[in-house]
């Protein structure tokens, strides 16, 4: 059974940083894609990161110079750097992962998804 376990959540101010975790098990992401996305209250799941089973990086533009995604492959973790954060970040991150090596930005291609972990940052 595959799981992923996202941690690393929490309240912080606004310019704080936090880093989410996503755990992988019952399969290896080594070579597939991870993904982050997160979900506002009253808004739709929305796309922030994501890295390539290559590690090429695609990122949402409000997130763009403040978050980082990378893997660490021996670990089978993935990780989202979020520094300065800002109120409008709040929301529940989720991790995700597909089956193959590339990006894709629509969530219904990628296979596997965490439960989600709370980010509340306040002014």
Do not use: H
């Not at 310019?15 to 989410?20: I, K, P």
């Not at 399969?27 to 890295?51: L, N």
Request: hydrophobic fraction near 35%; glycine fraction near 10%; charged fraction near 20%.
């Amino acid at each position: 059974q595959v799981q992923l376990v996202e941690s690393g959540g929490g309240l912080v101010q606004a310019g704080d940083s936090l880093r989410l975790s996503c755990a992988a098990s019952g399969r290896t992401f080594s070579s597939s894609a991870m993904a982050w996305w997160r979900q506002a209250p009253g808004k739709k799941r929305a796309f922030v990161a994501a890295i390539s089973g290559s590690g090429f990086t695609l990122y949402e533009d409000s997130v763009k110079g403040r978050f980082t995604i990378s893997k660490d492959n021996a670990k089978n973790t993935g990780y989202l750097q979020m520094n300065v954060l800002k109120p409008e970040d709040t929301a529940v991150y989720y991790c995700a992962a597909r089956g193959v090596s590339d990006i894709n930005l629509f969530e219904q291609m990628y296979e596997y998804w965490g439960q989600g972990t709370q980010v509340t940052v306040s002014s």
